[in-house]
């Protein structure tokens, strides 16, 4: 049964700490995407890649978010300096088209 | 652009009666919609989607949906609920962008089954 996998499941920083979420998509999907989810603001998409490129990142804050597909099993989100409004889970998901995606189970990201 | 609504922030029913968790959509063109599902510190599964064909839609774990085209509606349902149905749902629309699609998530809906 093939699965999103992230990495890692749970994060704890200080304020101005750079942060890496790593996520392995399903085997054979070209798109894959990261996810924020807050209680205020739901679901919002940060960012879209198609066959590694990125075709959309207009919901990423750009001074400090930043995706990128090192290759097809990897895909990583940055944010340097973290802060504390970056608190949320970030889910990553991958699919065989843009519009059927399958959800990773998340990392929970909190910054004090 | 394309959204989807979720009026009710949170539904209530009792274990073995039906449920309907609402989604109305606007969107230009033929519309694609999902539903997702989401437990308890975990991703968001599909539960099922209507692209075209029969108004009503099969899914995953008993549930069902109605496309409704007059009244841009995609309401879930299913005939008896179960304690373990208990989650937050999301409706879903496909957003056409320039060249490319995403999906729209609508805020999510709570559904609560009492034994």
């Known amino acids: 049964d093939a699965r999103v996998t992230q990495t890692p499941r749970d994060k704890v920083t200080e304020m101005g700490q750079e942060v890496t979420m790593r996520c392995q998509p399903i085997?054979?999907?070209?798109?894959v995407f990261w996810y924020r989810q807050t209680m205020k603001q739901g679901l919002e998409l940060l960012a879209y890649f198609r066959n590694r490129a990125p075709l959309d990142d207009s919901g990423m804050p750009k001074d400090r978010f930043s995706a990128e597909m090192p290759d097809a099993t990897l895909a990583t989100l940055k944010i340097q300096p973290s802060e504390p409004r970056d608190s949320a889970v970030y889910f990553c998901?991958?699919?065989?088209?843009?519009?059927?995606?399958?959800f990773g189970p998340g990392t929970r990201l909190t910054v004090t | 652009a394309q959204s989807v609504a979720q009026p009710e922030d949170q539904v209530n029913v009792a274990e073995g009666n039906p449920l309907t968790v609402k989604c109305t959509y606007s969107?230009?063109?033929?519309?694609?919609l999902f539903w997702y599902v989401q437990y308890p510190n975990r991703g968001l599964q599909f539960l099922l989607k209507y692209i075209t064909g029969d108004n009503l839609v099969k899914g995953s774990y008993g549930f069902e949906a109605e496309f409704n085209k007059s009244q841009t509606s995609f309401h879930l349902k299913k005939p008896s609920a179960l304690v373990s149905d208990s989650a937050l749902y999301f409706c879903?629309?496909?957003?056409?962008?320039?060249?490319?699609?995403?999906?729209?998530f609508g805020k999510g809906t709570m559904l609560l089954v009492s034994p």
């Open positions: 969107v230009s063109g033929n519309p694609y």
């Open positions: 085997l054979g999907h070209n798109t």
């Open positions: 998901a991958s699919g065989p088209s843009d519009y059927e995606q399958y």
């Open positions: 879903a629309v496909r957003s056409l962008n320039s060249g490319y699609s995403t999906l729209t």
